[in-house]
């Protein structure tokens, strides 16, 4: 062990939270692979879930490493224009998010999927390049979960 995180342990929520990170690292990351983006996000992750106030925090910590894991596995939701036919987004608009896609699939392409309101777009976008995550974590855990499930099992289109 490099460095002990113990204050993780003194939380269920905290421990649940590191617990599916380290869940969707194992299905990301092949055997015997070196992979320096995600091995760097999980443990950004895991010193953050290590921090006395980390419960409050912890699912918003998880949405925003879940997003940048992806990407550093290569399988980032495209958030800013449509898969298809790569028309952008509306600032302000609702979008469907087509996690087999890829990302955000619009309507003129037969948009399917979970609706996602603009400012959480927005939010998403923003946690994908290091920020911090302000919207509805347990949205975007799903989304991400779902991500790592489908590329897991080589399903994404």
């Not at 969707?24 to 290590?50: K, M, S």
């Not at 980390?54 to 910590?61: E, N, R, S, T, V």
């Not at 879940?66 to 399988?75: C, F, N, S, Y």
């Not at 309101?117 to 927005?122: D, G, I, K, L, Q």
């Amino acid at each position: 062990l490099a460095r002990p995180r113990i204050g993780l342990t003194s939380s269920l929520v905290t421990m649940e939270l590191a617990g599916r990170a380290l869940r969707w690292l194992r299905r990301a990351a092949p055997a015997r692979t070196p992979e320096p983006g995600l091995w760097q996000e999980i443990n950004q992750l895991l010193d953050a879930l290590d921090r006395p106030d980390a419960a409050a925090q912890g699912p918003a910590l998880l949405a925003a490493a879940g997003l940048r894991m992806l990407a550093a596995a290569g399988w980032a939701l495209e958030l800013d224009r449509c898969v298809r036919c790569g028309k952008p987004c509306p600032e302000r608009a609702r979008v469907l998010v087509d996690v087999h896609a890829g990302g955000v699939v619009c309507r003129g392409c037969g948009g399917t999927g979970v609706p996602l309101p603009s400012r959480a777009r927005r939010a998403m976008v923003a946690a994908q390049t290091g920020a911090a995550f302000d919207g509805d974590a347990d949205a975007v855990i799903a989304l991400v979960a779902r991500a790592f499930d489908i590329h897991g099992r080589g399903e994404a289109t």
